[in-house]
């Protein structure tokens, strides 16, 4: 078993693969962290939860004389505000008698095999053998509130699951005014760095690092999804630590809501970090005996530096994170219609882009926006679901019988939560967009938000998106969302209970979507945020691909998709070849630099492939052949970043290995032309050091050679153009 209590110690000792977690239930029932990194022996970090206090240091009542125990110094698992721990806290309350203190103390525990769902909420899932769980009870002995944290040990992926539950146990009314799901301190570290990504409308997930000094470096979201600007996934790490060295701690949120990190390093030095729903318009009533379930947060940790890190979220995703019939296996390859027409179509030119997308072997056209209710701009008919008679004057069910016909998949687009003023739906309900009474709301795209936690409006969504699945064989749905929310207000809650719309807006989406996937198990769903703007492990267990970035720049995407590579894996990444020059940054590119970059992703094209050459086809149709051919190595190989895209300015790499170590893909683009260029030089990663690599085209090789003195790579002269260098092990050496 993963986990491990000590009576006599009262230590818990969570062991994963490679990694160990400690706590300790310590004098006056405080639930103190110890550790958490490389794994350990049995041995028992207690000194960690020592008396640290010092002068000026609060100390609990019943210390006594003792002035060395103090919470603003231990190391905690779940910190609370009001007790003398002045640094970041996961939870603030206000009592029945309108204090502000929590002072959680340690009641009980359980181990127990496998891991339960979260009900309403996503999580990573695992069957007995695959996990385990530890429940904590803590309890406040004077408001009566409880709080559960749950620990789940996914041992082979060097994953810990963390997340939190509430109770009020009292007959008072209590309200949650912050309830983080996390709290991880490092009593041994004083000096880490934060990675975060941060972002925009088409260039999603930067990564940028930095140290983390004395006060707090925090980011997160207040605009209702997980947004473009941060994602919900930071990593930890040392100062030395880079892709292949080094150690590294992964917190990955399975929400696509507000959220919150905070990192912090304290007076004594300590690194503190939490993770949560921010806490900003957050406030839970709980009326006696109702619950508040925290999301999870995903932690994971490396001492072998990032790659080793993604690699374990990657594994971890793909298998126990998604779900449905395409989860592992290859989804098919599209062609959407946006770049290609915008809203500028009809049945016969979709038709003939199908057509053409069946010659070079095309699975599926996505009918993307403008295919509904009288819908040409962007200013109208969202809410009208139904299909634009003038786009189709004999409906989609017609369309999608001659696309079938020729062998082709339908899909449709979506925009669900959305509604604009102009249509049928906002004529019939005004008032159920997110709108504060006496204001006239912000309307961006034009457009407002449905207030998803009203179950009215989800069964009116629910009944309209599964009439459209009715109607016709669709077999795949891009679920997007263009705006942020604003005005965030419910005309079904009361005044007090305003501070939960935000959450319950998270919880209404993945009902509706938890029952569509449900009754709909053929149906693949894509979510989407105008582009990137909710790529977040909570969208995942829903939708196992993601409309990665609205920037579908081959060069631009190299750098998109590198960061989101750190914690997501390839195959959620969905990524399209577009027209060249392309529409966003008028780059011009090659079709074979586009296809490279898209296959590294779930792949498709967004283009009008009824108007291009025959060359240009067959050299699609090959690219289609060969991520066919590639699919296994691409979507469940290892990945490697080879180069850092945003400090190698000049080109990028990036690689596949394959689990067994046999295959391995190279994918080499030249970023920048140079006056008389000379080699570049690369060092591989993940190679076995003992076998031999024949290269297609090129020399034999062992992977020691190739990962340590490294391969010089073919001279490229253009800027743009790129390479892929594909590798077979011979016999062992
Ligand atoms: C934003 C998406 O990211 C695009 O791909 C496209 O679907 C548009 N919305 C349509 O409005």
Request: aromatic share 12%; net charge negative.
């Amino acid at each position: 078993m993963a986990i491990i209590y000590n009576k006599k110690s009262q230590v818990f000792t969570l062991h994963t693969d490679k990694s160990t977690y400690q706590m300790k239930i310590t004098e006056y029932g405080f639930l103190a962290h110890l550790y958490y990194g490389r794994r350990i022996l049995d041995d028992e970090l207690t000194v960690f939860a020592e008396g640290m206090g010092r002068g000026f240091f609060g100390n609990p009542y019943e210390a006594g004389t003792d002035r060395t125990f103090s919470q603003d110094a231990l190391p905690q698992e779940f910190p609370v505000f009001g007790e003398g721990d002045y640094r970041s806290s996961c939870i603030q309350g206000i009592n029945g008698d309108g204090s502000y203190d929590v002072d959680l103390r340690y009641q009980s525990h359980n181990i127990m095999k496998g891991k339960p769902r979260l009900e309403g909420l996503p999580s990573t899932y695992g069957d007995e053998d695959e996990v385990n769980t530890l429940e904590i009870v803590l309890i406040d002995s004077v408001s009566n509130l409880e709080v559960v944290l749950s620990y789940s040990v996914f041992e082979k992926y060097d994953v810990i699951t963390r997340c939190a539950k509430a109770v009020n146990r009292s007959t008072n009314k209590l309200i949650l005014d912050k309830m983080l799901s996390c709290c991880l301190d490092f009593p041994n570290k004083d000096q880490m760095d934060i990675l975060t990504f941060y972002g925009r409308h088409a260039m999603e997930r930067m990564p940028e690092r930095s140290n983390i000094r004395h006060g707090k470096t925090v980011i997160g979201s207040v605009r209702g999804c997980s947004s473009h600007q941060h994602n919900p996934f930071v990593i930890l790490c040392d100062s030395n630590t880079g892709e292949m060295n080094g150690d590294c701690y992964g917190l990955s949120f399975v929400y696509s809501g507000n959220f919150i990190v905070e990192a912090e390093k304290d007076q004594l030095n300590q690194i503190r970090v939490v993770m949560g729903i921010e806490p900003t318009a957050f406030s839970m009533v709980l009326e006696n005996n109702e619950s508040f379930q925290s999301p999870e947060v995903v932690l994971s940790y490396s001492y072998d530096g990032f790659s080793k890190l993604s690699d374990n979220y990657h594994r971890l995703y793909r298998t126990n994170l998604c779900r449905g019939k395409y989860k592992t296996i290859r989804r098919p390859i599209l062609v959407n219609n946006w770049e290609a027409t915008y809203f500028n179509f009809n049945e016969d030119k979709l038709f003939d882009i199908a057509k053409a997308a069946a010659e070079i072997g095309i699975e599926m056209l996505v009918i993307d926006d403008g295919w509904f209710g009288k819908r040409n701009d962007d200013m109208s008919s969202l809410g009208d679901w139904y299909v634009n008679s003038d786009k189709f004057n004999q409906g989609l069910s017609y369309l999608c019988k001659r696309v079938n016909e020729i062998g082709v998949k339908l899909g449709i687009w979506l925009e669900p939560e959305m509604i604009s003023e102009d249509s049928e739906l906002f004529r019939n309900h005004p008032d159920w967009c997110l709108k504060v009474p006496g204001r006239k709301g912000i309307r961006s795209r034009y457009q407002f938000v449905l207030d998803m936690s009203n179950k009215e409006i989800r069964d009116y969504l629910y009944d309209v998106i599964s009439k459209i699945l009715d109607s016709a064989n669709i077999e795949y749905i891009k679920w997007d969302m263009n705006r942020h929310l604003t005005n965030v207000y419910s005309k079904v809650l009361p005044p007090e209970r305003q501070g939960e719309v935000y959450h319950r807006y998270v919880l209404g989406l993945y009902e509706l979507l938890e029952r569509l996937v449900t009754n709909y198990p053929d149906v693949l769903f894509e979510s989407c945020s105008g582009g990137g703007g909710r790529f977040d492990a909570g969208m995942l267990y829903y939708t196992p691909q993601i409309w990665c970035s609205d920037n579908t720049d081959s060069i631009d995407r190299i750098t998109i998709q590198y960061g989101t590579t750190f914690g997501y894996p390839v195959s959620a990444i969905s990524a399209h070849v577009s027209a060249s020059p392309n529409h966003q940054t008028h780059r011009a590119t090659s079709l074979n630099t586009r296809g490279i970059v898209a296959m590294s992703g779930a792949f498709g094209y967004e283009l009008d492939i009824s108007q291009m050459t025959q060359e240009e086809k067959d050299i699609m149709r090959e690219q289609i052949r060969l991520y066919k051919k590639q699919y296994d190595l691409i979507a469940l190989g290892t990945y490697y970043r080879l180069t850092n895209p945003i400090e190698q300015k000049s080109y990028a790499a990036w690689a596949f290995v394959s689990p067994d170590r046999k295959y391995a893909i190279v994918n080499y683009v030249l970023l920048e032309r140079e006056a008389n260029p000379t080699y570049v030089t690369l060092r591989f990663c993940g190679l076995d050091e003992r076998k031999k690599y024949q290269v297609e085209g090129g020399g034999l090789y062992s992977g020691a050679a190739l990962m340590y003195a490294g391969y010089r790579m073919p001279k490229l002269y253009s800027a743009y153009d790129c390479v892929q260098l594909n590798f077979v092990s011979i016999e062992k050496r």
